[in-house]
């Protein structure tokens, strides 16, 4: 893989990533009354879009990337809606 | 602009915009304790990344939503610091 396509992964994987501890800490909280709906809704909405550009582009990295970022959030979003109040 | 690269320009505009809300929340509630420090300190690094993906490949799209979104998440990591315990 050259560098820069090296990169572009990394920082994919970094990113999509960083929503594992979140998620982790709202679980073991069990509350998450500090995180925004808008924020968690939002994220979904644009890598739903991220996803529909990737088929457009044919950008395999694209879609797998998102679509488990994807997960992530709509994960994330499940908590808030069971832990927000 | 092509349908495209308007979706791409949207999904960014969302996810990045995303945090904004986020942000808005931890400070009107002044705590951050449900924050992950690692879930902020990961996307920002994530994002510093992505720059640097975009500079190797003379993306400006890239480069600009990735240096806002850094704008953003350093923004998410001050409040984690300032309200975080």
């Known amino acids: 893989m050259p560098t820069g396509e090296l990169l572009g992964f990394i920082a994919g994987a970094i990113c999509t990533a960083s929503l594992i501890p979140q998620i982790i ?3 073991k909280l069990k509350s998450a009354r ?3 709906l808008l924020f968690t809704t939002l994220m979904l909405l644009g890598f739903f879009i991220w996803i ?3 088929i457009s582009f044919r950008l395999p990295p694209v879609i797998f990337w ?3 970022a994807a997960i992530l959030a709509g994960t994330l ?3 808030k809606l069971k832990y927000g109040r």
Chains 1, 2 share one sequence.
Do not use: C, D, P
């Open 25 to 27: 800490r709202v679980f």
């Open 34 to 36: 500090e995180i925004s």
């Open 66 to 68: 998102n679509a488990i």
């Open 52 to 54: 529909a550009y990737g």
């Open 77 to 79: 979003l499940f908590a």
